[in-house]
């Protein structure tokens, strides 16, 4: 569900430049012919699924008393709804019981199966929500767009440069708990096997803005990349900084980054000027809110962070992994 070409020509065109010329083959000999693969253009990933995704933990908070908070009924069925898609798609999942948090509960850990085992990219989100609401935008958004990435990637079974694990963390909003029992529990050998951890926590907002953790470091490079290409003039993730999972990272020495469309600050005037919305709103409305539900969610923010991640999936551990953001609008 493309909506423009554009940028895929040009990766075309690159790619063409590229390619040794086929060489005629005027002798009897053997002809040699050069022929450079294509870069391989990352997956669009259809909002539509990322937004089934969420209409589901809407329906979970809605069954299990009207949220998700950690260590509650409704927390428990996130996890198995996440749990239970991957595993479908060939996952093997892993929980883990944070024993450290506030309320005992688990972090859900997949990783796809291809790839060096010692270079690693994480990319994760906090699962549970708070008790006020349903926590669509806080954090389901984030939890969906991980999904649906990770789905598509063992859809597609790309050859693999990297490892890609995803990650759902639990008890974030009892102070990033599930996230910093995670990063203590890895050996250092195997903190050091994580080259990047990508951090979702609110990428929906309906007064968004467009945030970088870390924008101008080597590791937000493909996130911000494809942002760029879409003209969107992102900004460093000032409101989130130190306030979710990729700080304990932060602070074990792994490089981070991650998206986020903000929380309760307000947009000034010159981010509505750039990005539309309303000045001096916060970027989310309903922030730790009942109001907090399926339409508490911008579609077309919801689907800028999915293919953003998609594309930093492909141009970080995907083997020929494009250069040049492809571009969608769905
Ligand atoms: N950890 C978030 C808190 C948060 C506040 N502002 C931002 C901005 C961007 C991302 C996250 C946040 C929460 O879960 O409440
Ligand atoms: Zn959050
Ligand atoms: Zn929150």
Redesign the pocket.
């Known amino acids: 569900m493309r909506g423009r070409t554009l940028t895929a020509a040009l990766v075309l065109a690159v790619a063409t430049a590229l390619t040794v010329p086929i060489t005629p083959s005027a002798s009897a000999s053997a002809p040699s012919r050069t022929v450079t693969p294509a870069p391989l253009a990352a997956p669009d990933i259809a909002v539509a699924n990322v937004q089934a995704h969420l209409t589901q933990f809407q329906a979970i908070a809605q069954q299990n008393g009207g949220h998700r908070r950690a260590g509650s009924a409704g927390y428990t069925a996130s996890v198995a709804y996440v749990k239970g898609r991957l595993q479908a798609a060939g996952y093997t999942v892993t929980e883990q019981v944070c024993t450290s948090c506030v309320y005992r509960s688990n972090n859900l850990i997949a990783e796809w199966p291809a790839g060096p085992t010692d270079q690693v990219v994480m990319f994760g989100a ?1 699962l549970d929500g ?1 008790s006020s609401g349903p926590g669509i935008n ?2 389901a958004s984030g939890s969906a767009v991980l999904l649906e990435n990770a789905l598509v990637l063992a859809q597609q079974r790309p050859t693999m440069t990297k490892r890609v694990r995803f990650a759902w963390w639990t008890d ?2 009892q102070g990033l708990n599930g996230s910093e029992f995670y990063v203590r529990s890895l050996s250092a050998a195997q903190r050091g096997y994580v080259k990047g951890y990508y951090n979702f ?2 990428v929906g907002s309906t007064n968004a803005g467009y ?1 970088i953790n870390r924008i101008t470091s080597t590791t937000a490079a493909p996130l911000k990349a494809y942002w760029d290409s879409l003209g969107l003039q992102p900004e460093e ?1 000032r ?2 900084q130190g ?2 999972d990729d700080y304990p990272f932060q602070q074990a020495g792994i490089p981070t980054s991650g998206y ?1 469309a ?4 307000r947009k000034t005037s010159t981010q509505a000027a750039k990005w539309g919305g309303t000045s001096g709103a916060s970027y989310d409305p309903c ?2 809110r009942s109001c907090d539900t399926t339409s508490n969610v911008s579609a077309t923010v919801l689907n800028r962070n999915a293919d953003g991640i998609a594309y930093a999936i492909w141009q970080l551990a995907v083997s020929g992994g494009t250069s040049v953001p492809a571009s969608s609008t769905t």
């Open positions: 906090h708070v806080d954090n974030e909003e926590d609110m945030f993730n409101e989130g306030r979710s986020a903000g929380a309760s600050a922030y730790h």
